[in-house]
């Protein structure tokens, strides 16, 4: 069975730093894509970038190109997304998800359960 | 970026009626290999998103048939046949055709 576990939520202040992580078991890791997805409160869904966990090449929409950064570490099949200085307005739930068969299928298949990141003073 | 425009934002129906979601891109989502990568989910409440439909019209695995998707080019729609109580939520369209992948802001369907 597939599944993505994500780390549990966090508080941090403005200006701290934070990496969130997302677990992937059941499948072969190093064969996909790991996406990151922001919902802002009461928003909708936005796509931040991914990583092919297989030799970590990563891509980014523009909105967060520099605001963050996707990693992965294939001998844990872990995949990260860091923050070098939070910000209030990166308080949002942040989901991870499977991206399938990119070139042939293409779609979010496996999600993660979210992190929950509040950044306040 | 590609803008993903759905209606309704909106839509309360009744238990065992159908429902209808339509979703319009600003540019043809057809790649050039053919495919189109549009792919529909759903998230209830409390909950994170969960696939539907992908490549337009392809129910992932374990989606109730009452869920359909058809479309193409710019043009797509999510149908449900008969609604269940179980299908409330928001629902939401994804492009991965074009860098940066976007979603639609999303339709909320409740029951009336």
């Known amino acids: 069975e597939v599944q993505l576990v994500q780390s549990g939520a966090e508080v941090k202040k403005p200006g701290e730093s934070l990496k969130i992580s997302c677990k992937g078991s059941?499948?072969?890791?190093?064969?996909?894509?790991i996406g990151w997805v922001r919902q802002l409160p009461g928003k909708g869904l936005e796509w931040m970038g991914h990583i092919y966990t297989g030799d970590s090449s990563t891509r980014y929409s523009p909105s967060f190109q520099g605001q963050v950064t996707i990693s992965a570490d294939k001998s844990i099949s872990t995949a990260y997304v860091q923050w070098d200085s939070l910000k209030a307005s990166d308080t949002a739930m942040y989901y991870c998800?499977?991206?399938?068969?990119?070139?042939?299928?293409?779609?979010?298949?496996?999600w993660g359960q979210g992190t929950l990141v509040t950044v306040s003073s | 970026d590609i803008v993903m425009t759905q209606t309704p934002l909106s839509s309360p129906v009744t238990l065992g009626q159908p429902a209808s979601i339509s979703c319009t891109s600003s540019?043809?989502?057809?790649?050039?290999?053919?495919?189109?990568?549009l792919s529909w989910l759903q998230q209830r409440p409390g909950q994170p998103p969960r696939v539907l439909i992908y490549k337009i019209s392809n129910r992932f695995s374990g989606v109730p048939d009452r869920f359909s998707g058809s479309g193409a080019g710019t043009d797509f729609t999510l149908k449900i046949s008969r609604v269940e109580a179980e299908d409330v939520g928001v629902y939401y369209c994804?492009?991965?055709?074009?860098?940066?992948?976007?979603f639609g802001q999303g339709t909320k369907l409740e029951i009336k």
């Open positions: 059941g499948y072969s890791f190093t064969s996909d894509w």
């Open positions: 540019q043809s989502l057809a790649h050039s290999n053919g495919d189109t990568y």
């Open positions: 998800a499977r991206l399938r068969n990119c070139g042939r299928d293409c779609y979010f298949d496996f």
């Open positions: 994804m492009q991965t055709t074009h860098f940066p992948y976007t």
